[in-house]
């Protein structure tokens, strides 16, 4: 079964609008979903509503094979999809980073023992060896959203979803933990979710899904979508630099091939033109 099944999902906070409207899509087993859009268009409240943070006004979302409705299986179904948010310094709660690491764990009543290895586990996945000790709070916007990181994976999660979790992190930020979200789904075949403004870092994901005025507007993949003009447009989206970049050398009659992606594909396609 999908990870992630939202079937003709609307949501309001008020009466008088809808803030999502009639949503559906699957997400796959150890895909990469990236969903982009405007500020306003609906992204945190689809985020909240697939780990059942709110519920559906009408239609259903199924995570990790548990409908959001049902309270019985709520705590498991956040157990198996955690979320991590903007603002790195909310989510942690613990005077050390080993201790916020164990807390999730804790609260399921892991026995002591297996949770220190968790703890360490992750710890390590994370690249936050040597850091155990320190407070949370004075660490880098990077290392605290991978604090946030590593409580979650030592929940063992089949999903992450990631609201913008890059957004406020300096570059340096951004790339650790852009290269977390790609070990943990590459090699490790964690499913993810990850929001974001950015679209080169979408562009790393298998599919991309943007949003506009809470309607999905778009639904494919990152190369496909970025040939959409109108989808751009309408989305306020702008290209990533080595996309724009490889569009304008053409138009200035240099052949280059079509949809490159990333800067190393444009630096290989540039070297073997010369
Ligand atoms: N708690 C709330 N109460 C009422 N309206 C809200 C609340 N949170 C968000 N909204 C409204 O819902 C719409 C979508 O917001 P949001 O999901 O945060 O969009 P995004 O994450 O894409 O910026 C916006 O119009 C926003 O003002
Ligand atoms: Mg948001």
Known sequence: MDP??????????TAEQLVLQDINFRVKQGEWVAIAGHNGSGKSTLAKCLNGLLMPKSGEVITCGRNTKDKE???????????????????????????????????????????QERVKESIHRMKLDGLEDREPHRLSGGQKQRVALAGITALRPEVIILDEATSMLDPVGRQEVQEMMRTLCREEGITIVSITHDVEEASEADRMLVMHEGRLLADDTPREIFRQQEVLVQAKLTLPLPVKLSRMLREEGIRLPQDIMSEQELVDALCEWK
């Open 73 to 115: 299986t709520i705590m498991d179904l956040r157990r198996r999809a955690g979320m991590v948010f903007q603002q790195p310094d909310n989510q942690l709660v613990a005077p050390t980073v080993a201790d916020d690491v164990a807390f999730g764990l804790e609260n399921a009543g892991i026995p002591f023992k297996e949770m």
């Open 4 to 13: 992630i099944i939202v079937e003709d999902l609307s949501f309001s906070y």
